[in-house]
C-alpha cells in the first residue's frame, strides 16, 4: 500500500510539471492577443502550483516510509499473540490509506489538464500530509498488552445460593462500582462459597464493565513479594525480565498496570498471609483510574492488615437453606422416592457438612442415585469420624 502511495506521488508530481509548463506556456501565448496581465497571475499560479506539487512529493514520500515502518514495527509485535495494535495507530493507518485515495483522484485530474481546478485540492492534501506526519511523531507506543480490551473468557461458576450471598453480591458490586473502593475483602471458613462469589463478580465486570480490565489471580501459597509479583505477571500476561530484584519487578508489574485501559481490578483469590500490595508493584490510585483490588480470605485479620476498606463474611448457609441446596443438587424427585428413614439420615449427613456450599454440593454428586439405607449410614458414619480425628486442617475447619 505504502510503495503504491510513493509512486502514484512521484507520477502526480513528474505529470503535473509537464502539464503545468505546457499550460503556461499556452495561456501566455492567450495572454499576448488578450491580456498580459492575465496570462501573468495564470503562469505563476501555475508555477506555485508546480512548487506545491513538489512539497507534495516530499512530504507524501515521507509520509509512505514512516507508515511502512509503523506497519512493520506492529506486524512483528502481533505476531508474538500477546500484543494489539493501539486504536489511534489502526486509525491513522486507514487515514494515510484514504489519503493515498485522494492523490490517486489528483493524478487523474492533472492528466486531464484540470491544474487551475487541482491547485485547492493539493493544498488540502499537503496539509493533510503533513499531519499525518506530525501525528505519527507522538504515538504514546504503537501497541499494547492484547488483555488491554479483553481480560479473559468468563470463570465457571456455581449459583449463588442463600439470601445472604446475594445481599453481599449486591453490596460489593456498589462498593466497587459506585464508590469506588480500592480494595475489598471477603472472608470465611473454607468451602463457604467466597470463590464462587468472586468468579460471579469476575463474570459480572466482564459483562458489564467492557471498558475496564478484570483480572483473576490465583495466590500462591507461598507468602512473599515474590511470588505475589509472578501471580499477578502470569494474569496479566507479562514476562518479569528481573528475575531476582523485587523493587525491579515492582517497576515493571507498576508500568504494566498503568498502561491499561479504564478500572483495573484485580481479583486475588485464596490470600492466606499478609502481603503488601504497593510494594509487589500494585498501583492503587493512579493519574488514569483505580487499580481497585479483591481479596478472597479465611483470615479477617488477613483483610485487617492488607488494608481492606471494605470487608464482608460469608456465613454457612443455615440449615433449611442447606437441605434446600442438597435437594437441589440431588434432585427433588429422587429425594421424594428415598425411604422416609433414608430421608432423616440424609439430613443428619447434610447438617455435619456445617452449611458448606462446596461440601453439600459435592455431597449430592457422590451420593446421587443411592437409594439403600445401608450406604447413608455409612456415609453418616464416615462423617461422624472425620469429625473426631485429626486430619487436614482445612477439613477440620470446615466441620467445625
Avoid at 514495527?73 to 494489539?84: L, M, P
Avoid at 478472597?296 to 437441605?323: P, Y
Wanted: proline fraction near 1%; include cysteine; aromatic fraction near 6%.
Amino acid at each position: 500500500m505504502f510503495e503504491t502511495l510513493k509512486n502514484v506521488a512521484e507520477s502526480v508530481s513528474s505529470k503535473a510539471v509537464e502539464v503545468a509548463k505546457n499550460f503556461a506556456d499556452k495561456v501566455v501565448t492567450i495572454g499576448l492577443n488578450k491580456s498580459a496581465d492575465h496570462a501573468v497571475e495564470t503562469g505563476r499560479a501555475c508555477i506555485d502550483f508546480d512548487n506545491k506539487l513538489q512539497d507534495l512529493k516530499t512530504n507524501s514520500r515521507t509520509l509512505s516510509y514512516r507508515a511502512s515502518d509503523i506497519e512493520t514495527r506492529i506486524k512483528n509485535e502481533e505476531q508474538q499473540g500477546r500484543k494489539k495494535r493501539k486504536r489511534e495507530v489502526e486509525k491513522w493507518l486507514q487515514l494515510v490509506q484514504e489519503n493515498q485515495t485522494g492523490i490517486l483522484a489528483l493524478e487523474s485530474g492533472i492528466q486531464r489538464g484540470e491544474i487551475v481546478k487541482r491547485i485547492r485540492s493539493v493544498e488540502k492534501l499537503n496539509a493533510k500530509v503533513e499531519m499525518l506526519v506530525e501525528q505519527s511523531r507522538h504515538f504514546d507506543g504503537l501497541v499494547f498488552d492484547a488483555c488491554n480490551e479483553t481480560s479473559g473468557e468468563p470463570l465457571v461458576t456455581s449459583e449463588l445460593f442463600g439470601e445472604s450471598v446475594e445481599k453481599i453480591f449486591g453490596r460489593i458490586w456498589e462498593c466497587l462500582v459506585v464508590e469506588k473502593v480500592p480494595i475489598i475483602g471477603i472472608y470465611g471458613i473454607s468451602g463457604v462459597g467466597k470463590t464462587n462469589l468472586a468468579k460471579h463478580i469476575h463474570n459480572q465486570i466482564l459483562l458489564e464493565r467492557t471498558e475496564d480490565c478484570v483480572y483473576w489471580v490465583k495466590v500462591s501459597r507461598e507468602s512473599s513479594i515474590k511470588s505475589l509479583q509472578d501471580d499477578i505477571a502470569i494474569a496479566i500476561g507479562l514476562t518479569l525480565t528481573d528475575k531476582k530484584d523485587e523493587d525491579k519487578r515492582a517497576v515493571e508489574l507498576n508500568r504494566a498496570l498503568m498502561q491499561k485501559k479504564g478500572v483495573v481490578v484485580l481479583i486475588l483469590d485464596d490470600v492466606r498471609e499478609d502481603v503488601d500490595l504497593e510494594s509487589a508493584g500494585v498501583p492503587l490510585v493512579r493519574a488514569s483510574g483505580f487499580c481497585r483490588v479483591i481479596i478472597t480470605s479465611r483470615s479477617s485479620r488477613v483483610c485487617n492488615i492488607i488494608g481492606c476498606q471494605e470487608k464482608f463474611e460469608l456465613t454457612a448457609l443455615e440449615e433449611d437453606e442447606a437441605w434446600k441446596l442438597f435437594e437441589e443438587r440431588f434432585g427433588r424427585e429422587a429425594i421424594s422416592a428415598l425411604a422416609p428413614q433414608v430421608q432423616e439420615i440424609a439430613k443428619c449427613v447434610v447438617r455435619y457438612h456445617g452449611g458448606s456450599p462446596r461440601g453439600i454440593m459435592e455431597l449430592a454428586r457422590k451420593m446421587r442415585g443411592v437409594m439403600e439405607i445401608r450406604e447413608w449410614r455409612n456415609k453418616l458414619a464416615e462423617m461422624e469420624e472425620l469429625l473426631t480425628r485429626e486430619g487436614d486442617e482445612m477439613e477440620s475447619e470446615n466441620f467445625r
